[in-house]
């Protein structure tokens, strides 16, 4: 038997329609992901392009070129009114730089700006604009950039540039990290994202938890051997678009156009039913296998049975791989950790009360014992399963062998 015969349900990101996603196996449609999402949200499609898609309809991304991934994010609000035409924006402001609108963006129409640099002895900077409501929580800043003779550049969230903000300095030209700093707002993290056509998507995560602030975001064209201040060429610059802030966020979510107001895209949410009556999973055994990406510090998914929530797969503090026994109210430690933001395969099986967990071709060092035993009916997402690239199910327990083999990097 072959690991595609053993399976009873595979499914790779490729068929879609408003409310659906097909699987591969089974064919009769009796596998194939219910879907929902209340707002419309965006993309990168085949060609590399940001796209609109509408509510309800799922997401297959394919941001980083390659196979198509399935998109499933929470819920998250674009706190910058005015993503696009960033001169409308409270608190936008230039200083050393002109600003140069009808610029091809990544959407591939002419909504971007061309920030050149002046040939003064100065900062040379863009403030895209502040956030339209106070936070003390994490706060992820991020915008699409294109380098035009300038690779290094500073981001910085502030309330003021006194005494209470934080910054990070990036060099474009290999992706690397420069150094962050700040006084009285902590620099978290930032990403540097890769897209079609010389742009690329950029952001800093901060936090302050004990001050309800406005966060302005900043650009700084940096000179090539990094310094804030410096003389201009006059003909130096780089291409932005699309700014965007998110508030209790750690990370950067995908593009939520605003155009006067803040705008809310509401939490992708598959999920599958009549695992038992359609033979997805045995009475009380089974095996689910994930290839994901994970960042959400939340649970990730449920298998549920006919009266309740039975195992919660949790991302536990961002770095660890748990699993919660509901009905049992223990836990089970898999003893796996990982990097937020990274791919991870897992892998879960299960046979009468004795659940094993792993992750990227490793076994877990040992096993859980829940109360009872388990009849899963309903596989459900909970806050983010991020860009999934395969979801596998099988109605026995597959040997130790065959889950390394399908969870192995």
């Known amino acids: 038997m072959s690991l595609y015969d053993d399976a009873s349900l595979i499914m790779y990101p490729s068929g879609y329609k408003s409310g659906k996603i097909y699987c591969q196996k089974p064919t009769d449609g009796s596998g194939d992901l219910t879907f929902t999402r209340a707002s ?12 609109e898609v509408a509510s309800g309809v799922p997401r297959i991304d394919f941001t980083d070129g390659g196979c198509g991934k399935l998109l499933l994010e929470p819920q ?43 040939s003064t002895t100065a900062e040379h900077y863009l403030i895209f604009g502040i956030s339209e409501s106070a936070t003390t929580t994490h706060v992820t800043s991020s915008f699409f950039i294109k380098p035009n003779g300038r690779t290094k550049l500073r981001i910085t969230n502030y309330f003021n ?30 990403t540097i994202t890769d ?66 107001s803040t705008v809310t895209r509401v939490a992708d949410n598959p999920s599958l039913s009549g695992l038992q009556t359609n033979g997805i999973f045995g009475a009380t055994q089974g095996t689910i296998i994930l290839d994901m990406t994970w960042n959400e510090i939340n649970y990730i998914f449920d298998l549920r049975d006919a009266s309740s929530t039975r195992l919660r797969i949790f991302n536990s503090s961002g770095t660890d791989f748990l699993i919660r026994d509901l009905v049992g109210a223990s836990w089970y430690t898999t003893g796996f950790t990982h990097v937020a933001g990274e791919r991870t395969k897992i892998g879960i099986t299960w046979n ?18 829940f109360a009872s ?37």
Do not use: C
Request: net charge negative.
């Open 352 to 369: 009468g009360t004795t659940v094993w967990a792993f992750q990227n071709g490793v076994k877990a060092a040992s096993s859980k014992t």
């Open 195 to 260: 897209l079609d056509n010389g742009w690329k998507r950029v952001s800093l995560t901060t936090l302050k938890d004990t001050s309800n602030y406005r966060y302005n975001v900043r650009l700084n064209l940096l000179d090539n051997s990094g310094n804030l201040t410096y003389l201009g060429d006059g003909t130096s610059g780089a291409y932005v678009f699309g700014v965007q802030q998110e508030h209790n966020s750690t990370y950067p979510t995908s593009y939520i156009p605003t155009a006067g």
């Open 76 to 118: 998250r609000t674009n706190q910058i009114i005015y993503s696009e035409v960033i001169t409308s924006n409270p608190n936008y402001g230039i200083s050393g730089v002109t600003n140069t609108s009808g610029q091809t963006s990544p959407k591939g129409d002419t909504s971007a700006y061309l920030i050149t640099e002046d």
């Open 161 to 190: 540039l006194s005494n209470q903000y934080a910054f990070v300095d990036l060099d474009l030209s290999n992706n690397s990290f420069i150094q962050s700093g700040g006084i009285n707002v902590s620099y978290v993290s930032h």
């Open 40 to 51: 419309t949200a965006t993309r990168v499609n085949e060609s590399g392009l940001i796209e």
């Open 373 to 409: 035993s388990m009849a899963i009916t309903e596989w459900q997402t909970g806050s983010y399963l991020g860009e999934t690239r395969l979801v596998y199910m099988a109605a026995t327990v597959l040997s130790d062998a065959q889950i390394i083999e399908l969870t192995t990097l």
